[in-house]
């Protein structure tokens, strides 16, 4: 649901590269091709992609985690039945992306180390608290709406297989942003209670989501190589200030504030204008100490642990299909 690079800093690769093979690649790139697992590319290309995949996948199975504490809670049997599909899909988002990064070279087993000791990372927003019933609305409406600002230009991803993997992905995610941003208006349309739970959630969500866009373009060292290798084809500014314009008259819609005193809509830039993040925080959250970070890592492998027997059996399996076919030749 994610994709945003929270490194911080690009390795420069020191193998040298053929100049002639770095320039084709480099044409093909500016021409809009794809490219494809075996084809040439520059190593630090390879590592930017694998990098950035891999922490998208993470993101969509950590993502399962605020949701899935809600299911057993949903308020009647169509939003159970809505919130299991949306969080089943986020999964099915996690195993597309770590197929796409496996054919880079890595393996889904060295992805899953590393982001369960805390190498790898994932989105800050999973590492808040699903408090009530209204922060499913809010996720759905605001965190899967960033994410479809985030992965709609990154359908022309130049690395084939991602771009395929977020073909799908977007059609689903549309689907999470009307889902909760349904859950909102009715909230909204309810009692004033309810529409104060919703109010509460947006307060709450609102400024963590404009956090998913990641740090400032003016301190993000990766955006202008990634741009020119057209592995990102916005800047995170650029994103945010997309998702901020789409997302304010949505929330004047249903009768909801911004909690943003700054915000306003500036005639002469054609955008609304928004108050300062807090970076601070975010970049807490991202050293891993966010408000729920231990138990969402707690869970993500204790989860992993108490599967490990399926996954022994289907190998198993397939192994034993694979002798008996062997013998039958
Ligand atoms: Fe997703
Ligand atoms: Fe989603």
């Given at each position: 649901?994610?994709?945003?690079?929270?490194?911080?800093?690009?390795?420069?690769?020191?193998?040298?590269?053929?100049?002639?093979?770095?320039?084709?690649?480099?044409?093909?790139?500016?021409?809009?091709?794809?490219?494809?697992?075996?084809?040439?590319?520059?190593?630090?290309?390879?590592?930017?992609?694998?990098?950035?995949?891999?922490?998208?996948?993470?993101?969509?199975?950590?993502?399962?985690?605020?949701?899935?504490?809600?299911?057993?809670?949903?308020?009647?049997?169509?939003?159970?039945?809505?919130?299991?599909?949306?969080?089943?899909?986020?999964?099915?988002?996690?195993?597309?992306?770590?197929?796409?990064?496996?054919?880079?070279?890595?393996?889904?087993?060295?992805?899953?180390?590393?982001?369960?000791?805390?190498?790898?990372?994932?989105?800050t927003?999973?590492?808040?608290?699903?408090?009530?019933?209204?922060?499913?609305?809010?996720?759905?409406?605001?965190?899967?709406?960033?994410?479809?600002?985030?992965?709609?230009?990154?359908?022309?991803?130049?690395?084939?297989?991602?771009?395929?993997?977020?073909?799908?992905?977007?059609?689903?995610?549309?689907?999470?942003?009307?889902?909760?941003?349904?859950?909102?208006?009715?909230?909204?349309?309810?009692?004033?209670?309810?529409?104060?739970?919703?109010?509460?959630?947006?307060?709450?969500?609102?400024w963590p989501?404009l956090m998913m866009?990641?740090?400032?373009?003016?301190?993000?060292?990766?955006?202008?190589?990634?741009?020119?290798?057209?592995?990102?084809?916005?800047?995170?500014?650029?994103?945010?200030?997309?998702?901020?314009?789409?997302?304010?008259?949505?929330?004047?819609?249903?009768?909801?504030?911004?909690?943003?005193?700054?915000?306003?809509?500036?005639?002469?830039?054609?955008?609304?204008?928004?108050?300062?993040i807090?970076?601070?925080?975010f970049?807490?959250?991202?050293?891993?100490?966010?408000?729920?970070?231990?138990?969402?890592?707690?869970?993500?492998?204790?989860?992993?642990?108490?599967?490990?027997?399926?996954?022994?059996?289907?190998?198993?399996?397939?192994?034993?299909?694979?002798?008996?076919?062997?013998?039958?030749?």
């Amino acid at each position: 649901m994610y994709t945003t690079d929270l490194s911080g800093k690009q390795q420069a690769d020191k193998i040298a590269e053929d100049p002639a093979l770095v320039a084709a690649f480099e044409a093909r790139v500016a021409n809009d091709d794809f490219i494809e697992p075996k084809d040439w590319m520059p190593e630090a290309y390879r590592k930017t992609l694998v990098r950035q995949i891999s922490q998208h996948a993470h993101s969509e199975i950590v993502g399962m985690l605020p949701e899935g504490n809600w299911i057993t809670r949903a308020p009647n049997l169509r939003r159970k039945a809505i919130l299991l599909a949306k969080v089943q899909d986020e999964g099915g988002h996690g195993l597309y992306l770590y197929c796409a990064a496996e054919t880079l070279g890595t393996s889904r087993q060295q992805m899953i180390e590393a982001l369960h000791s805390g190498k790898a990372k994932y989105s800050t927003i999973f590492n808040y608290p699903t408090l009530t019933w209204a922060d499913i609305g809010a996720i759905g409406w605001l965190v899967d709406g960033a994410a479809i600002m985030n992965q709609v230009p990154l359908q022309r991803t130049s690395y084939g297989p991602y771009a395929r993997a977020m073909v799908r992905i977007c059609k689903e995610e549309s689907f999470h942003q009307r889902q909760g941003y349904e859950i909102m208006m009715a909230l909204c349309a309810g009692t004033k209670d309810q529409k104060r739970m919703a109010q509460d959630a947006l307060d709450r969500w609102w400024w963590p989501s404009l956090m998913m866009f990641g740090p400032p373009d003016d301190n993000s060292p990766n955006t202008a190589q990634s741009i020119r290798w057209r592995i990102k084809r916005e800047t995170n500014d650029e994103l945010r200030q997309k998702f901020v314009d789409v997302t304010v008259p949505q929330a004047e819609a249903i009768g909801l504030k911004v909690p943003d005193p700054a915000l306003s809509w500036n005639d002469a830039r054609g955008h609304y204008d928004f108050g300062d993040i807090d970076w601070d925080e975010f970049y807490a959250v991202v050293r891993g100490e966010g408000l729920v970070a231990k138990e969402r890592m707690t869970a993500r492998i204790q989860a992993w642990e108490d599967g490990a027997w399926v996954r022994e059996a289907a190998q198993a399996h397939a192994m034993k299909r694979e002798a008996a076919k062997l013998a039958a030749e």
